[in-house]
């Protein structure tokens, strides 16, 4: 388990998972209360981020690849 220390492991008997048995079970990983945090967080500073750039004029947009996007404000017209 990915949110237990080593003391613990030892403690309860319990082996620990490395890296590519996590990753390859990632389902199962980002059920512990650490990982879910990190999400937490990222989305968090996704949404002030997109919220900012949706004040300062910008216009949602798909990207071909599927991934949400932004187009910035057209610059401001010199004169």
Do not use: M
Not at 3 to 29: F, I, K, M, T, Y
């Amino acid at each position: 388990d990915a949110g237990r220390s080593e003391a613990e492991l030892a403690a309860l008997n319990l082996p620990r998972v490395d890296q590519s048995s996590r990753l390859d079970n990632r389902v199962l990983d980002l059920r512990t209360p650490a990982n879910q945090a990190i999400f937490r967080v990222q989305s968090k500073v996704c949404d002030l981020f997109r919220g900012h750039l949706l004040q300062q004029g910008a216009s949602p947009a798909d990207t071909p690849e599927g991934c949400e996007g932004l187009i910035p404000p057209p610059p401001p017209e010199s004169k």
